[in-house]
């Protein structure tokens, strides 16, 4: 497969290292060095591929071209759009073509994510009472200095896009009852600390999001039953520890299980061999994950920048 990399950022070099030898070329209006700049002007023969790394506006007109032409996909999420008929109309277009449209969501990869995932499959846990999830970096002076970063709802549809989404990836269908709790810009224009939280919900969730956390870093506990389940850090930042433990009835200190990775992120190698392996397939175009985070997305960002003050 020959893909091209569009959008030659921090992602697009990620995204180019991982493709090695499959890379068609850089399409980047910016990057003096990029092989075109503007995608329409690539032509369609050289490449079957492309590896969308762009801001959130020009996406949906990216894939238009794309999918019409019948060229697979793999986009950065989240899958922004106006509106969730835009959504369905790449879907429908991709699925006349015989086009594979893939948003990424790399967290799916990761070890621990898969391991919980696979636990709470098993039962072993009995009835899951409470999920939370904190997820910080330290980037809010970066995305300050952006032009196209900081703006909108901020570090939710950056963040909280993953929180949402594997959740998702662990429960299944989880509701959109989503409120925020609270949202903050303390240091930028747009909120850079958002709290989210479902009541409604099985299981209870709740997800911290900020771009504050001077350390980067991430933490899930999930309350249960027969037990509870712990998952510290990711594999970047590692080391990163999965720790499951047992229920002692009536009460007492469980037994515990611990495993501790020490690793490079294995993630992006993982999922661009995963869509690969859907392209292989001639896997079906389906988008109903990103309509359903388009349209929680996207109430929740009204009301967190209501809260923040921001318009």
């Known amino acids: 497969m020959r893909a091209l990399i569009v959008g030659y950022g921090v992602q697009g070099k990620k995204r180019l290292r991982v493709a090695g030898p499959d890379a068609a070329g850089i399409v980047d209006p910016v990057y003096a060095q990029a092989d075109f700049k503007d995608v329409r002007d690539v032509p369609l023969d050289p490449y079957d591929a492309a590896v969308l790394c762009v801001p959130d506006e020009p996406k949906v007109e990216i894939l238009r071209h794309l999918l019409a032409n019948g060229k697979h996909a793999l986009v950065e ?6 509106s969730e008929a835009d959504l369905r109309e790449l879907e429908s277009m991709a699925r006349k073509t015989r086009a594979l449209c893939y948003t990424a969501y790399n967290h799916r990869f990761e070890p621990h994510y898969v391991r919980m995932r696979d636990l709470l499959r098993s039962g072993e846990l009995g009835e899951v009472y409470r999920c939370r999830m904190f997820y910080g970096n330290g980037t809010a002076r970066l995305v300050r200095e952006s032009a196209w970063r900081d703006r909108g709802s901020g570090v939710l549809p950056d963040l909280g896009s993953h929180l949402l989404d594997t959740a998702r990836f662990w429960f299944g269908d989880i509701g959109d009852d989503f409120d925020v709790i609270s949202a903050n810009a303390f240091e930028n224009r747009a909120p850079d600390h958002v709290v989210l939280g479902s009541e409604k919900s099985k299981p209870k969730l709740e997800f911290e999001m900020t771009l504050l956390s001077w350390r980067n870093h991430f933490t899930c506990d999930i309350f249960a039953e027969k037990g509870s389940a712990h998952i510290e850090s990711l594999c970047k930042w590692g080391p990163t520890t999965f720790t499951h433990r047992t229920r002692v009835l009536p009460s007492g200190r469980p037994p515990e299980k611990a495993i501790t990775l020490v690793q490079e992120d294995p993630t992006w ?23 359903w985070l388009l349209r929680v997305l996207g109430r929740l960002s009204e009301e967190a920048m209501a809260s923040a003050g921001r318009k």
């Open 77 to 82: 999420k989240p899958l922004h759009a106006d």
């Open 269 to 291: 190698e993982l999922e661009y061999a995963h869509f690969k392996a859907l392209v292989a397939q001639n896997a079906k175009t389906d988008l109903a994950n990103d309509i």
